[in-house]
């Protein structure tokens, strides 16, 4: 009870606080206890049930999460505090008082309800995916509460949400009148300007269909909220299958740790609640890519999947070839299946080619708002290969070094098992080699790369088969750092979603706001590739000799 009194005091003081200055209180404000005490029960049922304990029990056990809010009796303080620009303003001030509980109050709880994993009944595989998937659906569905808050949609957002609105109430795709009625003003508080496709004056996104259509329930039960809620989903699911593919090759706790370490790092911690084609082209990919190694009795289910990689986005052709390829491989002596795959797999394509070149009059539609020539468009990029690792705005291992890992992890998948070293491989490269020599490598704006995201879990498949193989000491102290030093810029970019948009100015929001309070330039240490690729060889070189050598390093100690 006495946490629960902490919260409520708390809670009054804030809020009385806050409605005592100068700047217009937010619904949040209101909706605070609803939210606090939803997410406590949220996370109180799966427990109870994963442990066999009565609900009210696990609820009483989590409640110390509540102490938390401590924090809001800070605000008087906070105020008159001077933070770096832009957010050096009072509601701001009071935004991040209030979200520095929330966040301190979830990962107290996140912490809790990972402890009450481990008193779980179900041991098997099955079991301990479904608490998985439970677990990151939870925590994604609570931290967007406060993302969605924060940052409106943006991007290919809001055509996505402008298409699924056109689905649900025009049963068509259309977007003119949707942009002459101004529909979007239910999801976006600016002006939206048409960036669509002119085809005898109806206007049809660009985007790939089949994400709108498949979240066009979703938008007709709650909109971008109801949205949301299944991006999260898409997202618990992606932690849920790199469980299922690690827990066939490594040891179990290898294999938890590896999801955990996947779902609470960036990139897909950053786009569990974003709008966009990535979370869904991950499961249709890993899940597909899991049957095809270790659950070939789900035929039915991998027929449709590899299908829907097709149409999930262009980019994702490589892949699906070599999806189609690796399951007629696996197939290739029961020939039936195999070519009821193959058919499928076909008859899928002509369906999209055909349904495209009705539309757009186009095979394959242009992906971008103007029209950008081949040539232009893909390059060998080298500058791209190491961006998408070591920018600092862009590059995934800025945000989660220890991916770096992925290097010696290699090195132990291949003596454990071959056959799933080479599959990984060969799905891999081809995709990498495309989306690096991309024109906007990046994907656009914000922290890690983007088109990483259907693939991340290559890269915490390697890296946990490092994990798997590491014995040494002083490896286990390199791959704590490494971890914590991520969970650590989780934790910064949960606090404060704003710096979730790096601009490609050249500077890492986060280090520029930090060098800006320690009056020390801590952004030149890192390379800007895609800003500054000239002036940033020699920062490159050093971060690409570090990682190569901290692989040597755990591959000597454990081999």
């Not at 005091?9 to 804030?14: D, M, P």
């Not at 948009?501 to 800006?516: C, M, P, Q, R, T």
Request: charged share 15%; with cysteine.
């Amino acid at each position: 009870m006495v946490y629960h009194i902490i919260f409520v005091i708390a809670y009054i003081f804030f809020a009385a606080f806050f409605l005592n200055q100068p700047v217009e209180a937010p619904l949040g404000l209101y909706c605070m206890p609803v939210a606090v005490y939803a997410l406590l029960y949220a996370a109180s049922f799966p427990a109870a049930r994963m442990t066999g304990r009565k609900v009210k029990d696990v609820f009483r056990g989590f409640s110390p999460a509540l102490a938390a809010f401590l924090v809001l009796f800070s605000a008087p303080f906070a105020v008159k505090a001077d933070i770096p620009d832009p957010h050096n303003f009072l509601l701001r001030k009071l935004e991040l008082t209030a979200a520095a509980g929330y966040i301190f109050y979830l990962i107290v709880l996140t912490v809790k309800f990972l402890h009450s994993m481990k008193d779980s009944e179900g041991g098997i595989i099955k079991e301990k995916f479904r608490n998985i998937v439970i677990f990151f659906f939870v925590f994604y569905f609570a931290l967007s509460l406060w993302f969605n808050y924060a940052n409106k949609p943006v991007g290919d957002e809001p055509s996505y949400l402008i298409t699924a609105h056109s689905i649900v109430f025009d049963r068509d795709l259309d977007l003119k009148n949707n942009y002459e009625n101004r529909d979007y003003k239910k999801f976006y508080d600016r002006e939206l300007k048409p960036h669509e496709i002119n085809i005898n004056g109806k206007l049809y996104s660009y985007h790939p269909v089949l994400f709108p259509a498949v979240i066009s329930p979703f938008y007709l039960a709650a909109g971008r909220a109801g949205v949301t809620f299944f991006i999260n989903l898409l997202a618990a699911l992606i932690c849920g299958l790199v469980y299922l593919l690690c827990a066939r090759v490594f040891k179990e706790k290898s294999a938890v740790i590896t999801s955990l370490l996947t779902g609470l790092s960036l990139p897909l911690l950053l786009f569990s609640n974003q709008v966009c084609t990535e979370t869904l082209s991950g499961v249709l990919i890993l899940g597909s890519f899991v049957i095809i190694l270790f659950y070939r009795e789900k035929f039915a289910l991998l027929c449709v999947s590899a299908a829907l990689v097709l149409w999930a986005h262009p980019r994702n052709i490589p892949l699906w070839g070599i999806l189609c390829l690796l399951a007629v491989i696996e197939y290739r002596r029961e020939i039936k299946k195999a070519a009821v795959f193959a058919g499928t797999q076909l008859l899928s394509a002509a369906m999209l080619f055909t349904f495209n070149f009705m539309i757009f009059g186009k095979f394959i539609p242009r992906q971008t708002q103007a029209e950008i020539p081949l040539s232009e468009a893909f390059k060998i990029n080298i500058t791209g290969m190491l961006g998408l690792f070591f920018d600092q705005e862009f590059g995934m291992l800025i945000y989660t070094p220890v991916f770096m890992l992925a290097l010696a992890g290699a090195f132990f998948l291949y003596k454990k098992s071959r056959k799933v070293f080479y599959y990984s491989f060969f799905l891999f490269i081809p995709y990498f080699i495309m989306i690096s020599s991309w024109l906007d490598w990046r994907g656009g704006g914000g922290s890690s790369p983007r088109f990483f995201v259907p693939v991340i879990f290559f890269f915490a498949f390697f890296t946990g088969a490092a994990l798997d193989a590491v014995r040494d000491k002083a490896s286990r102290v390199v791959f704590t750092a490494l971890i914590a030093a991520g969970f650590l810029y989780s934790a910064v970019i949960m606090l404060v979603p704003w710096f979730r948009w790096n601009k490609g100015a050249g500077d890492n929001w986060v280090l520029k706001l930090i060098s800006e309070a320690a009056n020390t330039d801590f952004t030149a240490l890192f390379p800007s590739l895609w800003a500054a690729p000239e002036s940033s060889l020699i920062t490159t070189a050093v971060w690409v000799v570090i990682a190569i050598a901290v692989n040597i390093f755990i591959v000597l100690r454990n081999r």
